[in-house]
């Protein structure tokens, strides 16, 4: 029986149709049987950033995952002290999960700053599969990447999705602006920010 596990970390601040469309893909690309959903509450890499505090990223994550079968909210950062970083959690869920094979998902910024991450080689050699949602501005050069990382050129696989490049950022800005925001995110997830006025 295939144990084909995919881990999707990240603030999601808020979740969004992007992160959506991309876990998805994801998904049905690996043939995954669980995709896990790893919220950050304290990521190392953002400690000068304003982050919406985990009681209100938490409901919306939940509420916007809650419908697909493969999509599971995963507790694995937010029930053990910080720092989190992922070569520590990937570690924690294989020792959890007999016969894994990982996939980690991660953005194509992500995939430019690998070498930076901490025991990045550990990180690389601990997965089956790096699956990288491109977006259509980025451009990474592999070749040079692999020079810092060897072997990771064979592990990184490229995720095709039909999408626009939304930004948690972006949507951040523009509901402090007052401009359009809605349809980049899921109805519930929408309703949520209205109901709780957040990001104003």
Known sequence: MSNRIGIFGGTFDPPHMGHLILASEAASQFKLDRLLWVLTPDPPHKQENFITPLTHRLP?????????????????????????YTVDTIRLLASQQANAEITLLIGGDSLFDL??????????????????????????????????????????????????????????????????????????????????????
């Open 60 to 84: 919306m994550l939940q509420r916007m995952v809650a419908y697909d079968p493969v999509f599971e909210l995963s507790r694995i950062e937010i029930d053990r002290p910080g720092p989190h």
């Open 115 to 200: 070498p930076t991450w901490r025991f990045s080689a550990d990180l690389v050699a601990s997965v089956a599969n790096i699956g990288v949602m491109r977006r259509p501005s980025d451009s990474t050069d592999l070749a040079v990447l692999e020079t810092k990382l060897p072997g990771l050129t064979k592990k990184v696989r490229f995720i095709d999705a039909l999408l626009q490049p939304i930004s948690s950022r972006e949507l951040r800005r523009r509901i402090a602006a007052g401009e359009m925001y809605r349809y980049y995110l899921a109805p519930e997830v929408y309703d949520y920010i209205e109901s709780h006025k957040l990001y104003r």
